[in-house]
């Protein structure tokens, strides 16, 4: 295993100037325990050899000491990993990994039969909708078995129990919020919950579940026979926590985690935990279905104490594949130099818990000498891809794809950062179709009195979106396809942290591609900015604006130099763009000459790596021009 230095890799320069901070070494392992629950002789009992092994991974976690291997064959482990201890430093780490190969599943669901015909409830509404054939809808009912949901039964806790202090709730549809952890699966599909028994007659695939928490009613796909289907419900509220915080050097390897009902954050629990320790590796991992939070790499908790010196980051999570999470993909509170890197995160947000203030592919609050890049976050729902949340300083965002923001409001939301400078630098950022649309939605509900400036107006998505935030440095981004802005910022002049109001001020525009945006490509608060070298194309008119002082600007290009001063290197430009989500390409045709224009003095790289000379086109790839076939854009296999 060779790893890079940041000498070497010029996309592990953080914005100070300083490479980041990689702390990891070749790992050797002194002892190894073998786990394999399809071993007739695998007993917990047993001392963890490869011919008499551990049955469940847990009873490996309680016996592994610093410079421990465990070595996991493949099967599926209903069960919560809860490692006793961690390592010693690099050197000394503790490891779970899947052997050789083979596919690890640990769920936190237990497999479920005995099926009965619900009855007691009323079926259908007093008033309103009739149903055709109401003898053909099916409803069945589970009994909880309490042995199955022994010191957590998530099908008697609300997804929210914490934070609501910033819940509108007479804007708000609490119906999310409210709605059980407990999740239910038919043959590894879920089925979506409703708040009221009569429901189950509008849609099938739904579950309802009563009062207490102890019955389960569920009215399958074309009102077929659970007795006939794989039927999982979800009883356990992680896969892999360890039970006290502050564990360092573990390293999670090639597992599958699926199923955990976890609440909506704050805190911060997720399906795959550090609980607030250090220096851990996550990598080639899988998340899927965990009901909101699937990594969690920090504090967990605004609550908790913050123990003088105690080390909280330096975590690497890289090349796992994070899918269909209710609120959050990756979470992370107080952590410094985290490294987050070749990620897949797609389908966060289903939940449509938002207005929680925790949604998002990736969504860090103070964060520190931070570097994430090279990641795919797609398909979000409702929420964005990435939210930094109050006091980040020198992170830098490289190389990453943001694609397909379903109904959200932007791809990137940095707010409430101040003084030290964050970096933004050579992501596509494709596609954003938000929401708020009056029109089309005339009363919606979710909409918050936090959200009340200009934007809520009408239809909102942005590529960028900053709030109180000084200091950004975007630079060689692809930002298209968005509903409303490229970029966009506002003034929040209550939000004084550190030691002032946001002031959105000195935040810079470099050398930016800008395509096809629905209003326009940058939107600022005022003249107290930078801009220079950006290419615009397929552009309304008045794309550029500045809204204060009063009245708005709105401004081509010409305009935007003559009375601004910005982009006095900036061009217009004749081009077609198009990205296929599925596949991950993208094709380009330039039509006519694309203008050189001066590289950014901190960023000497494009999207794929390539050095440049001093000087590029605007945009993620420095040598974009004339006719280009379709090419791969997946910043993974860079």
Known sequence: MV????????????????????????????????????????????????SQPFKTINAAAQVATPGTRVLIHGGTYRETVQPAMGGLGADQMISYEAYQGEEV?????????????????RLFPWFGRTVAAPEAIKVWEIELNPED???????????????????????????????????VFV??????????????????????????????????????????????????????????????YIRVKGLTLAHAATGAPVPQRGSLSCYRGHHWIIEDCTIDWSNATGIDCGNE????????????????????????????GIAGMFAKNLLIEDNLIVGTGWQRMELSWEAGGIKLHHAVDTLIRRNVIKGCIGCDALWLDVGNENCRITANLFIDGIDSREHIFIECSRDAENLIDNNIIWNVEGRYDKQAVPAEPGSSGWYKTTESEGRNGYGIYLEGTDRLRMVNNLIGKCDKAGFFAKVVAFRIWPKRGGTSRENKFFNNLFYQCGEAA????????????????????????????????????????????????????DMEIDINSDDLTMAVVVKGEMPAVKSD??????????????????????????????????????
């Open 105 to 121: 599943l640990i769920k936190a669901s237990v497999e479920v039969k005995d099926f009965k015909p619900s009855v007691g409830w």
């Open 301 to 328: 908790c605004w609550h908790h104490d913050r123990i003088e010196g105690q080390i909280i980051g330096y975590t690497v999570i890289r090349r796992n594949t994070i899918k269909d999470v209710g609120v959050c």
């Open 522 to 573: 940058i939107i600022l608060p005022n003249g107290h900015n930078q801009a220079e070298g950006n290419a615009y194309a397929a552009m309304p008119p008045g794309y550029l604006r500045v809204m204060y002082p009063e009245p708005e600007m709105c401004l081509d290009l010409p305009t935007w130099q003559e009375f601004c001063g910005f982009d006095m290197n900036g061009c217009v430009c």
């Open 187 to 248: 043959d590894g599909k879920p089925m979506k919950q409703v708040p009221l028994y009569n429901q189950l007659s509008q849609n099938d695939n739904t579950y309802w579940v009563e009062a207490n928490g102890q019955k389960v009613h569920i009215r399958l796909p074309g009102d077929a026979d659970p007795r006939d289907h794989l039927i999982e419900l979800s009883n356990r509220e992680q896969c892999f926590a360890p039970k006290e915080p502050f564990l360092s």
């Open 3 to 50: 790893f890079v230095t940041a000498e070497k890799d010029f996309s592990a320069q953080l914005p100070n100037g300083q490479p980041f901070a990689f702390w990891e070494v070749e790992q050797y392992y002194e002892r190894e325990l073998y786990v394999d629950n399809q071993n007739p002789h695998a007993s917990d009992q047993n001392t963890g050899t490869l």
């Open 149 to 183: 949901f022994k010191g957590y039964n998530p099908f008697c806790a609300v997804n929210i129990l914490h934070d609501r202090v910033f819940i509108e709730y007479d804007k708000t549809d609490m119906t999310p919020y409210l709605n059980r952890r407990g999740m």
């Open 601 to 638: 003095a901190k960023v000497r790289t494009d999207y794929f790596g390539n050095r440049d000379d001093g000087e590029r086109v605007a945009g993620p790839i420095s040598g974009l021009a004339g006719r280009h076939t379709r090419f791969n854009i997946d910043p993974r296999k860079l």
